[in-house]
T-cell receptor, first 115, second 111 residues
Framework: EAGVAQSPRYKIIEKRQSVAFWCNPI?????LYWYQQILGQGPKLLIQ????????DSQLPKDRFSAERLKGVDSTLKIQPAKLEDSAVYLC?????????????FGQGTRLTVV | TQLLEQSPQFLSIQEGENLTVYCNSS?????LQWYRQEPGEGPVLLVT?????EVKKLKRLTFQFGDARKDSSLHITAAQPGDTGLYLC???????????FGKGTLLTVNP
């Protein structure tokens, strides 16, 4: 079974530039998560999709971050404009759905450096 | 907002020692999961506990879910260098089964 695919693995941009990350979840997984992980800390949920609908985006900085999951499959996360504090690893995860057991499978992440 | 507190934040021990990592919250969770993350990789699920008071064993790892489903512990017996990594607990709850992570315990096992 193919895992969660993310690209790119690494990205270096200057502040105020824009960047986009892509995620392809495990086939059949209805729930998709985007997390931000600062070095040495636990992942912070940015947005959670159920199929193509947003179920939680309470911690997404909506003035600069946006995400979409068209057709309920793959997803993109965009930052525009980027700030220095956005430097982090962006993790995408997927799970089967709200069955009560939300085992999440993670991609390798995209390491973003804003200079 | 459901918060998960993990302790200790850092732990450095010698090979062969035992250790316990704690995960505490004031919220009740439908289930609680433990993940292990290695540098440059995403977290990988170790176990899911669902029932209050539940104990699960995975080789040298023992996981316990508190009776009130608000806390959990991970005990490692005879730690090995291969156990080194960031251990994360994550709670699932609410109508959307939001998955919330603690800040993690960074474990280093020295040979």
């Amino acid at each position: 079974e193919a895992g969660v695919a993310q690209s790119p693995r690494y990205k270096i941009i200057e502040k105020r530039q824009s960047v986009a990350f892509w995620c392809n979840p495990i086939s059949g997984h209805a729930t998709l998560y985007w997390y931000q992980q600062i070095l040495g800390q636990g992942p912070k949920l940015l947005i959670q999709f159920q199929n193509n609908g947003v179920v939680d985006d309470s911690q997404l900085p909506k003035d600069r971050f946006s995400a979409e999951r068209l057709k309920g499959v793959d997803s993109t996360l965009k930052i525009q404009p980027a700030k220095l504090e956005d430097s982090a690893v962006y993790l995408c995860a997927s799970s089967l759905g709200p069955t009560g057991n939300t085992e999440a499978f993670f991609g390798q992440g995209t390491r973003l450096t804003v200079v | 907002t459901q918060l998960l507190e993990q302790s200790p934040q850092f732990l450095s021990i010698q090979e062969g020692e035992n250790l316990t990592v704690y995960c505490n919250s004031s919220s009740v969770f439908s289930s609680l999961q433990w993940y292990r993350q290695e540098p440059g990789e995403g977290p990988v699920l170790l176990v899911t506990v669902v029932t209050g008071g539940e104990v699960k064993k995975l080789k040298r790892l023992t996981f316990q879910f508190g009776d009130a489903r608000k806390d959990s512990s991970l005990h490692i017996t005879a730690a090995q260098p291969g156990d080194t990594g960031l251990y994360l607990c994550a709670g699932s709850g609410g109508s959307n089964y939001k998955l919330t992570f603690g800040k993690g315990t960074l474990l280093t096992v020295n040979p």
